[in-house]
C-alpha cells in the first residue's frame, strides 16, 4: 500500500528550491516524516552538488544502477539529468552492454562494475582495486555513497509505492 503524497513542508520546499529543485512524489511520500525529509534532501543533495568526481560519471553509475533495480521512476529523472551532464542518447543505450560497447573510458567502467556490485550486495576485490586505480580514496568515497543512495531510492520508492508524477515536469533538479 502507497503513503500519501503530502505537501513538502515550507521550510524544506524552501531549501529544495534554493538547491534547484521541487517538490517530487518521492518528496511529497517521505514528507509523512518531515524530518526524515528534511535530512534525505540534505544528504541526497550533498551526494549530488559536492563531490569532485564528474556529475556525468556519477549519471552513468545512476542510470545504470536504476535499470539493473528495474525503477522507472529513478530511469525517468535520471535518463533526463544525464543528457544534460552530457551523455549522449547512443552512451544511454550501450549501458546495458558497457562491457562490450566502446563509449566507455577505463574509469567509467570502473564505476559501472562498482555500481553493479553494490546493487549486488557484494563488491569484490577486483571491483575495489579496479576502482582505487582510477580514483583517490576521497573519489571513491563519493562513487560509494553515491551507488549507496541509488541503491536505496529504488528500494525506497518500491516499499512506499511512490508513483511517477504525471505532470511531464521531469526531474527533481533544474
Known sequence: MSVPLVAVPPAVAARLAELGGRPVNLYRALANQP??????????????QKPRTGRRLRELMI?????LMGCGY??????AMAGRNGVSEAELAALPVWRDAAHF????????AFMEAMVEGTVPDSVNEEL????DAAERVELTLTAGLYCMVPRVLDALRVPLETDGTGSPEG
Open 63 to 67: 542510470v545504470h544502477g536504476a535499470a
Open 105 to 112: 573510458s577505463p574509469p567509467e567502467r570502473a564505476a559501472l
Open 35 to 48: 524530518e526524515m525529509l528534511a535530512a534525505w534532501v540534505e544528504f541526497a543533495w550533498s551526494v549530488r
Open 132 to 135: 582505487a586505480r582510477h580514483f
Open 74 to 79: 529513478e530511469l525517468a529523472h535520471h535518463r
